[in-house]
């Protein structure tokens, strides 16, 4: 680790940090599932002064626990609260002769979504940089991928990573197949634009950064709190939900809440602003009602309107344990976010608004 991601770390853990500064640091760190170590390294660091007890467990999710003190005759006992370290990135399918990389997409991710950009191949020795490529757009269709490139329907076969190295020596490097492909720190730095933040990844740093700032709420309200609240930030939810599911599984309780960016769009009738969206359901099914109603209810008491929305083409931790029958109950808080999976964007105040409303739902639940 770099002296600049101790520094870092140390000031994520520091309490009189900003939210917009935890974000920052969040956004910067790489995190590709199942190598989320970066990210993970933030979130312990600034979960731990707040809770009762933190760990992380055999799946590699960060857990934190707040022990609820009021004990409350109708409480359903502890809830899960997931938000996921892990980003939308590559994979290593070959190594060419020439030396270029043939990449597949890991998570929900297009070439459109990064373009043609610099990145950073986590080697198993060593990470080193190269640039994502479609080929120069002055071909022609008669070239291999011109007719794609030029259309702009551009597939994961039109594209390769150029590094200007020999395969000895990626091998030496430890680049291989399934080795991760990730957008280089020179592009995540957050961009301002206007009253909004705009940068890749704030799904879902911008999440962790709500939960921490609710866990943040609840470490100094304790004595009110009925239930204990287990903040679970998991590995490898763009792929499989594999650290959700192992966690609820494995976590007391039986009630999980995900909080996630939420895509801004007519179709679901949602809109840019810091109101949060209350997912009632998604294609994995449909939140528990009771759930979805206390959360519009929570963002109410806040001094918010909740925007309710069925998200057709979405998925999150929450619904993915429903689903497999491991959590009994769920729902989905969610920041409005435009450009899902791409250069995100949303409002100032937004993470507050969602960090507010999961506090006031817990502080009830």
């Known amino acids: 680790m770099s002296d600049a991601q101790r520094g870092a770390i140390s000031r994520a853990s520091n309490p009189q940090n900003t939210l917009s500064e935890l974000l920052a640091q969040l956004l910067m760190a790489r995190g590709p599932g199942w190598q989320e170590d970066e990210v993970r390294e933030i979130c312990l660091q600034t979960i731990t002064p707040l809770c009762d007890e933190t760990w992380v467990d055999a799946a590699g999710n960060v857990i934190g626990l707040i022990k609820g003190k009021r004990k409350a005759t109708e409480s359903r006992g502890a809830v899960r609260v997931m938000a996921h370290m892990d980003e939308i990135a590559m994979v290593v399918k070959s190594v ?6 043939r990449v597949i997409a890991l998570g929900g991710a297009n070439p459109v979504n990064f373009g043609m950009c610099p990145v950073d191949i986590l080697g198993d020795n060593e990470i080193i940089p190269g640039v994502l490529s479609f080929g120069s757009m002055h071909a022609t269709q008669n070239a291999p991928q011109g007719a794609d490139v030029l259309s702009g329907d551009v597939h994961w076969n039109d594209v390769h990573v150029i590094t200007r190295s020999s395969p000895p020596i990626l091998r030496t490097q430890g680049v291989r197949p399934g080795t991760r492909v990730v957008l280089s720190r020179h592009w995540r730095e957050p961009f301002r634009v206007g009253d909004a933040i705009a940068a890749h990844f704030l799904d879902d740093r911008a999440p962790l950064a709500a939960i ?40 007391p309780g039986e009630t999980t809440i995900a909080v996630e960016v939420g895509p801004v769009m007519d179709e679901y009738g949602t809109k840019l602003s810091v109101d949060p969206i209350i997912n009632t359901g998604d294609e994995k099914g449909y939140y528990t009602r009771d759930i979805v109603m206390a959360l519009a209810a929570a963002a109410e008491r806040c001094g918010y309107s909740p925007q309710y929305a069925l998200l057709v083409d979405f998925a999150s931790d929450a619904s993915a344990v429903l689903s497999n029958g491991s959590s ?17 964007l949303i409002l100032d105040g937004a993470v507050r608004a969602c960090s507010a409303t999961l506090c006031e739902y817990l502080m009830t639940c």
């Not at 009994?328 to 995100?344: D, K, L, Q, S, W």
């Open 212 to 251: 921490i700032d609710a866990a943040h709420q609840l470490s100094h309200r304790r004595d009110e709190l009925a239930c204990d609240v287990y903040f679970v930030f998991t590995t490898s939810e763009e792929e499989s939900n594999a650290g959700a599911m192992f966690a609820s599984a494995s976590l």
């Open 96 to 101: 060419n002769e020439d030396g270029t990389l």
């Open 328 to 344: 009994a109950r769920a729902g989905c808080v969610a920041i409005p976010t435009e450009n899902t999976h791409g250069y995100e």
